[in-house]
Structure formats: C-alpha cells, structure tokens
C-alpha cells in the first residue's frame, strides 16, 4: 500500500502542495510525526503499554527476532532488539526510540520516506502475493473466493440501513476455541489456523478510540477491513478472514482483513472488527459468534 494512500488528505497536502509531481518534497520527521503517533512514543527499558508490542511487531517483521515475544513490556529482550537495529540502521545505540528511529521503522512499511542519511529497513516477512486456487480435495471445495493482491482495505458494501441484528449476552458467551478447519484455502491462502471467537465491532469516533485516536496499533488511519486481536492468540500483521456473523453494513458471507488493532478488551478468543460507519452501526452489531480463519501468504 503506497504511503499517501494510507496517510491521508493532510499529508498529500505537506508532499504534493502544487498537486504537480515537481512540487513534491519530502516531509520533515516532524510533520510525519503529526500523522503518525507510534512517532511519538519515546518507549526505553520498563516500558509497559500497546505501543510496546506495537515495536516488538515491527521489529520482528524487520528481521530482529532478539526483540522477544510480542508482549507489551520492554524488557532486555526488547531492548537489545532495538539497539541491534539502532546499529544497523546508523543511528545511535542507546535502546531507546525516538521519532526518527521510528520513522526509519515504518518506512520498512512503506509508510513513510526513510529518514535523511539513512536506508530504508527491508521487510523480512513475506509479502502479499497472488496465488492459484487449490484443487478440490476428495470431492470437497478447499477454496473461497479468489486471489486478490492487495487485502486492505476490504470491499465493503457503501451505505446500508442499519437494523438490529442477532446478538449474545456478552462477550462471555458463546464458542469459543481453536479447532481443526476443513478448509484449506481461503483466497487463494493456506489456513494456518482458525478459531471460534466471540467478536465486537467499533468505530471510527473518539469514543470507540480513546485517547490515540482513529489508528491501529501502527499509527496508521483505521479502514475497513482492519481488526482488533489478542496478540497472543493471532499475531499483528496477520491476514485473516472472517464469517458467520449476521451484518447487512459488513460483506455477505464473510471478508479477508488484516489483524492490525488490539484493545485492552479483547483478550484470548476476541476480535473486535472495525467498521467506519455511524455509531448506530455499531452498536446494532451487538456481540456476535463468528469464526476468524489465520491465513498465510
């Protein structure tokens, strides 16, 4: 995903002012930091918080498994990942991050220019490829849908009138565990695992985003398509897909997304599924049984 898709009007604005591809220039670690609020987390041993695992994530799809499990707590670990990739990268070697550091970081991603005076990370982990769909197994389907080379944003259906749909008592209810899929590719995708979960969904409102505003645990602006995990059970950056909820805003059937979000709420077998839609689309989700589907690349 290019980088001005993800950002915005407000930063199309700092990169092309004219709107002619001679105007552009390179935005100030500054200005990125602005629209990037991982930029602003200055994290160092002791750090506990969701932006920590946000660094564990990053670094550990950037090549620094030293970096430990994806955990939320700085520790030795964590550090000694951050200053490995602090030497790598040229800077200076002290564990702690800082904006610049940051930004070389999410330009691994795609998601920013790469600092002055330094190189862009190379991103370990693979990359969203297209595929051929598998063939059926002893008389059975083992494919949904059809490859597709970009996951986000998902295509969801625009507008819709929101109506009350069938809903749980609460996030305790329901089924809830890992189990063994019949299915075995999904777009094109191996399953690599899948689960029945309980699931939520939020929104763009400040409310639904407290205090970090409207992005996913990477800084970047939610979109449809993102959800919210349990780092623990489904790994960040992970591509999922999901089905067996009954919503007529979201996809009939199910959709591919991408696990980019966690929530202090949703621990062990929840997903909480983004939807920029008014509030009253949100609440008419309720809570519902769905099955989230790990899909590898």
């Known amino acids: 995903m290019k980088y001005a898709s993800l950002a915005g009007a ?27 609020p991982a930029m602003r987390q200055v994290l160092h041993y002791g750090s506990r918080n969701h932006w920590v695992a946000t660094l564990q994530a990053d670094l550990q799809d950037l090549g620094f498994p030293q970096v430990g499990p994806v955990d939320g707590i700085f520790g030795p670990k964590t550090e000694a990942g951050v200053k490995a990739f602090q030497a790598k990268q040229g800077f200076a070697v ?22 002055a005076g330094h190189s862009t990370p190379r991103l370990i982990s693979p990359s969203k490829t297209n595929s051929t769909k598998a063939p059926a197994q002893n008389g ?4 949904i849908g059809s490859p597709v080379s970009h ?5 969801f259906p625009q507008g819709g009138t929101p109506t009350p749909e069938p809903s749980l008592s609460g996030t305790s209810a329901g089924i809830k565990g890992q189990f063994a899929p019949t299915v075995k590719t999904i777009d094109g995708r191996p399953v690599l695992k899948a689960y029945h979960m309980v699931a939520t969904s939020y929104g763009p409102s400040l409310a639904d985003n407290y205090p970090y505003g409207p992005t996913d ?19 960040l ?40 839609a008014p509030e009253q689309v949100i609440n008419d989700f309720g809570v519902q049984q769905v099955t989230l589907y790990v899909l590898g690349n």
């Open 140 to 143: 059975i389907a083992t494919t």
């Open 10 to 36: 407000g930063i199309l604005a700092l990169l092309m002012g004219s709107g002619s591809a001679l105007a552009y220039s390179v935005p100030s670690t500054a200005q990125l930091a602005v629209h990037h």
């Open 94 to 115: 002290n564990g702690v991050t800082s904006p610049v550091v940051w930004q070389d970081m999410l330009a691994g991603f795609h998601l920013v220019p790469a600092p």
């Open 237 to 276: 950056h992970s591509v999922v897909y999901v089905t067996g909820y009954q919503d007529n805003y979201l996809p009939k059937g199910g959709f591919l997304g991408e696990a980019m979000d966690t929530g202090g709420a949703i621990k062990g077998d929840r997903v909480d599924i983004f939807i920029n």
């Open 217 to 235: 645990a990477f800084g970047q602006p939610l979109q449809d398509g993102m959800v919210a995990v349990d780092p623990s059970v489904v790994p």
């Open 151 to 155: 996951v986000l944003p998902a295509q």
